[in-house]
């Protein structure tokens, strides 16, 4: 007994001894810092929390409390994050609660304390949340309430839900202003049972009822004063079946778009009130606004905010998918391409305004308008199809169902009637036909927007080609008035308009027939179609500058056989009679070039007048100069013997030029 | 170009002149017979009039850009009583020098002369040539007109002169001569390659010395011509010249001649063709 007594104590020392010492090393390691704190990289504050270090990382433990207060530029409001609560060994634990205010001050305040104390009025957005071991567990409310003098005043929203594990589970409350939400979740998260929205609609009371089983959608009703009426949900699955694919989806966007997607309103054309779809809606924001504001503040996350594990999982629905097959995915993408592509097209040819000045010239441009402007008016109807057809949600829909829902009120007139050059016309347009509702599919959707896309393509590039042309005829309208300009200049010249001091013979010579050759090749130029000028444009206008050259280049002519006569001629002083004299020199050349070679050419001038021939002789005429002047610094001897008694200007131009 | 007015006044002129050289001779043949009628002391004579024929070749060779060689060689003929002009030769006559032409307007030259003097009749008492040397300069202004050039010459000769007679002594004597001359281009506006032109020539030769004594005027010469201009290089003249003046054996006798003269003018350019070419421009 005694020995066993001994052994006790012992063993108690021990224990205690333990405790004291794991006491002691908490009591030593643990400690409590205030200190300005930014979180999520935008809110600015004071946090005071304790933690201890583990491996001189910083882990919470025990109380934390943030507070951010910021004055909102040029206003008086005030906005303010709190979070009070504890950790657990980095773990949110407990009793949380987030608050965020947006304040006005007041012009009443109070001294305490040496502080000067406001009131203030405005709205808080609050969640009393309960955290185990950093997940949603127990109790949790949000709350928004606007606040007078800094005292509650209404209470705009009310949500209630419990969590397990991060799982909603139970009931749900949630209410705001006239409308209500009571639902519930099953230990897995999962809806279940009715979910009753109490709904004001038009001074009226209404219960809307969505039915779950495990998840599943199964019946969507309005009640009022016992009446049911039911909503339609064409190519929503009710029941599941073991060969289907079936999956469980969070509360996202795609779930309540699949509740959009599929009603189609009230059955039996039992109609309580017409804003179904709206009313539907409404819900449908209001129940994800009310799941998601746990841990939402508008797109601030609340919780991930202090922690990077999410703290809850909302609520799952349990839909039918019909996968798309590889076909489909290629033909969706098509469809969304292809459909962009056109309307692309379109805009580009209304929002062009070379278009209106094409329509005068180009009568094919007055038939694309209608053609086009067809599938403008039908494109709103197919882009409303497209943003439907391309939504995560429409693979979790019985197309087949569901497409016959939704009918193109449209149809294409194939006969064209526009007005060109004042003449009513009519022509037919082969447009693609359109599938009825109950043959509509994403391959029959794809094929018509591919019929589409073609033939606004070709008309597309046809229009283009014209556009092209439109600017060619605009450069065109450029040139044209280049041409008239230069036209004038000719006759303005060769007619010697201004008393030119340069006009000579050799312009008298040739004017009239210049003047009359220009004068022709403008009208012969004029008369062409479009398509012709643009490419008589340019050889006309070098053909008239050339004129307009060769005008210099007979102004030019009297110095150069001034020049000639110059190089030509010998002057020395005559010692004899004193006076200076001059003599031709190499005169066999001279007077071959002065009595032959230069009235050939003169003539060949004169009676060459085109745009080729012309300048071709005056060009003769420049190089027969140059070698003039070469041969007058050469040793010609042998040339001039050759010149003997040749008259021939040709001979003489191949002896000069050997 | 020649207008049939220009050519009149020129014709008109041309007549003029040989008017006045009739008149003269005809007045010189008519004082020597008056004189010799009155056997006046104070009366001049005029010796029968000489018919001679002067072949004449001028050469002016630039040698640099203001400095000429001039070269006169003259074939003289003289009458004889069988052949008028051409009878017998006279003289063969040299004349170079070396001539400055600073400006277009104004000439200066200076040179020697050696004249042969031959005598076909020569008796025993005589030499059949004797040689002449001479020193010479002249000075030649010219006065360009719009269509004519006037020539103002003074030309000095220093010359040592002998007779034929055998032993006679050279006698130095100068010679101051001042010529008055026109070029007047009859078919061109101004005197150029081509034309034609007639030359009015006055000469006044004085001689000093001192063997002269009464017969300070050894020439006055009266020289129609005719030129035409082939070419800057070459220049033909020809014309019939009257002179007259007083002899050495009487300052009251006086000689006259009818010389026929045919000149040609060459000027050759002697400089490299590299010197040749600012040729032009030389005198602007």
């Not at chain 1, 305004?353 to 180009?362: A, C, D, F, P, Q």
Request: hydrophobic residues 35%.
């Amino acid at each position: 007994m005694n020995m066993n007594r001994i052994k006790n104590r012992n063993l108690f020392s021990k224990l205690v001894l333990a405790s004291f010492s794991v006491i002691l090393f908490y009591t030593t390691n643990a400690q409590e810092v205030t200190k300005a704190k930014t979180i999520n990289d935008s809110i600015n504050g004071e946090v005071h929390y304790q933690y201890y270090l583990a491996n001189q990382d910083t882990i919470y433990n025990g109380k934390f409390e943030f507070n951010s207060t910021k004055k909102i530029q040029d206003t008086k409001q005030i906005v303010s994050y709190n979070y009070e609560g504890n950790y657990s060994d980095n773990q949110l634990s407990g009793n949380w609660v987030f608050s965020h205010k947006k304040l006005a001050p007041l012009s009443s305040f109070k001294e305490k304390d040496y502080k000067v104390i406001f009131s203030t009025s405005g709205e808080e957005f609050k969640i009393k949340a309960n955290f185990k071991d950093g997940l949603a567990d127990g109790n949790w409310q949000v709350i928004r309430q606007t606040f007078e003098a800094s005292k509650p005043t209404d209470t705009i929203f009310t949500i209630n839900a419990n969590f397990q594990n991060a799982k909603m589970i139970g009931a749900l409350q949630a209410k705001l202003n006239a409308t209500t939400i009571q639902g519930y979740f099953t230990e897995e998260g999962v809806l279940d049972g009715d979910w009753k929205i109490n709904h004001r609609i038009n001074n009226e009371d209404f219960v809307e009822v969505r039915n779950y089983a495990n998840g599943v959608f199964k019946a969507h009703y309005f009640l009022k004063d016992q009446q049911k009426y039911t909503i339609q949900h064409k190519g929503l699955d009710h029941v599941v079946d073991e060969e289907e694919t079936w999956e469980y989806i969070d509360m996202n966007n795609d779930y309540f778009q699949i509740l959009e997607l599929t009603n189609i309103g009230f059955e039996n054309n039992t109609t309580p009130f017409k804003e179904v779809k709206s009313v539907t809606n409404k819900t449908n924001r209001f129940l994800k606004n009310t799941l998601l504001s746990f841990s939402y503040f508008k797109d601030y996350k609340v919780w991930n905010s202090l922690q990077n594990k999410e703290a809850i999982e909302f609520g799952q629905f349990k839909v039918r998918k019909y996968p798309y097959t590889n076909t489909e995915k290629k033909q969706l993408k098509g469809i969304v391409k292809k459909a962009a592509e056109v309307e692309q097209i379109l805009n580009n040819f209304f929002s062009n305004s070379k278009i209106e000045i094409g329509k005068l010239t180009y009568q094919s441009l007055n038939a694309y308008e209608n053609v086009l402007y067809q599938y403008q008016e039908i494109l709103p109807q197919l882009k409303n199809l497209i943003h439907i057809i391309q939504k995560p949600a429409f693979e979790y829909v019985d197309r087949k169902l569901l497409f016959s829902e939704y009918k193109l009120k449209f149809s294409f007139n194939s006969t064209i009637e526009y007005t060109f050059q004042k003449e009513q016309i009519l022509t037919e347009h082969d447009f693609p036909s359109l599938p009825d509702s109950e043959h509509l599919s994403i391959a029959n959707f794809y094929v018509l927007i591919n019929q589409m896309h073609q033939d606004v393509s070709e008309i597309d590039a046809d229009v283009q080609r014209i556009l092209k042309d439109l600017s060619k005829q605009e450069e065109l309208n450029e040139d044209e008035e280049r041409l008239v300009a230069k036209k004038e200049k000719i006759n303005k010249l060769f007619s010697n308009a201004k008393k030119d001091e340069n006009f000579n013979e050799y312009h008298e010579a040739i004017a009239q027939n210049v003047i009359e050759f220009a004068n022709q090749s403008f009208e012969n130029y004029v008369k062409l179609p479009v398509s012709k000028k643009k490419d008589e444009i340019q050889p006309t206008l070098i053909c008239f500058e050339k004129l307009i050259s060769a005008y210099t280049e007979l102004s030019d002519i009297p110095r150069k056989l001034d020049r000639l006569d110059d190089v030509y001629t010998r002057t020395s002083f005559n010692p004899y009679v004193m006076v200076d004299m001059s003599e031709r020199i190499k005169e066999r050349i001279y007077k071959a070039f002065e009595n032959y070679l230069f009235p050939a050419i003169m003539r060949e001038v004169q009676q060459n007048i085109n745009c080729s021939s012309f300048s071709e002789s005056l060009n003769e005429l420049e190089k027969t100069y140059n070698r003039m002047v070469e041969l007058s610094d050469e040793d010609t001897s042998a040339i001039e013997k050759e010149l003997r008694r040749e008259k021939d200007a040709n001979a003489i131009k191949k002896i000069l030029f050997k | 170009m020649l207008t049939k007015f220009n050519f009149r006044v020129y014709a008109f002129l041309v007549l003029c002149i040989f008017a006045y050289v009739e008149l003269a001779s005809a007045q010189g043949i008519g004082q020597l017979e008056s004189g010799m009628q009155k056997s006046d002391a104070e009366a001049s004579v005029v010796r029968e009039a000489q018919t001679l024929a002067w072949l004449g070749a001028y050469g002016t060779f630039r040698l640099s850009e203001k400095w000429y060689w001039h070269g006169e060689l003259h074939y003289r003929r003289n009458e004889t009583n069988k052949y008028l002009f051409l009878g017998e030769m006279a003289q063969i006559y040299n004349r170079h020098g070396i001539k400055y032409i600073p400006t277009k307007n104004f000439s200066a030259t200076a040179g020697g002369v050696l004249r042969l003097d031959f005598n076909p009749n020569a008796n025993e008492a005589d030499k059949g040539f004797i040689v002449e040397p001479r020193i010479w300069h002249e000075y030649i202004w010219t006065m360009p007109f719009e269509r004519f050039r006037i020539y103002h010459r003074l030309r000095f000769e220093h010359r040592w002169k002998r007779k034929f007679t055998k032993g006679s002594e050279y006698q130095f004597g100068n010679r101051w001569r001042y010529k008055f001359l026109m070029k007047i281009p009859l078919n061109k506006p101004k005197l150029e390659p081509g034309a034609f032109y007639f030359s009015p020539d006055v000469e006044l030769i004085m001689q000093t010395g001192s063997t002269i004594t009464d017969n300070p005027v050894e020439d006055l010469r009266i020289f129609p011509t005719f030129a035409y201009i082939a070419n800057p290089r070459t220049t033909y003249s020809a014309g019939l010249m009257y002179t007259t003046g007083q002899t050495s054996d009487a300052g009251f006798i006086y000689r006259e001649r009818w010389i026929l003269r045919f000149n040609v003018y060459f000027n050759l350019d002697f400089r490299k063709f590299d010197d040749k070419i600012p040729e032009t421009s030389f005198y602007d």
